[in-house]
Nanobody
Framework: QVHLVESGGGLVQPGGSLRLSCQAS????????MNWYRQTPEKERELVAS???????NYMDSVKDRFTITRDNVWARVHLQMNSLRPEDTAVYYC?????????WGRGTQVTVSS
């Protein structure tokens, strides 16, 4: 079974940093793109960052100069380093991959940016 587990969310002040992690299992991790999405009650789920199997990256415009997605193929993990956080970054962040013909999601981790 494909299993994704996020960690690292929490409460941080504006301008602060958090590092999210996603532990993957049930896939040959190094062959698949990995994605971070986020969702609030007010907005649809949106793609924040992606990293391909060959480590090409893509970012939502509003986070492009602040967030960095990385992958660790030895440990089957993907990370999202979030710097210069803003209140509008507040959301539940979800790890995602498309594998074996289906979309798979973690349970999500809450990120709250507030003073």
């Amino acid at each position: 079974q494909v299993h994704l587990v996020e960690s690292g969310g929490g409460l941080v002040q504006p301008g602060g940093s958090l590092r999210l992690s996603c532990q993957a299992s049930g896939i040959n991790f190094r062959l698949y793109s990995m994605n971070w999405y986020r969702q609030t009650p007010e907005k649809e789920r949106e793609l924040v960052a992606s990293i391909t199997s060959d480590s090409n990256t893509n970012y939502m415009d509003s986070v492009k100069d602040r967030f960095t997605i990385t992958r660790d193929n030895v440990w089957a993990r993907v990370h999202l380093q979030m710097n210069s956080l803003r209140p509008e970054d507040t959301a539940v962040y979800y790890c995602n991959t498309y594998a074996r013909g289906n979309q798979f999601w973690g349970r999500g981790t809450q990120v709250t940016v507030s003073s």
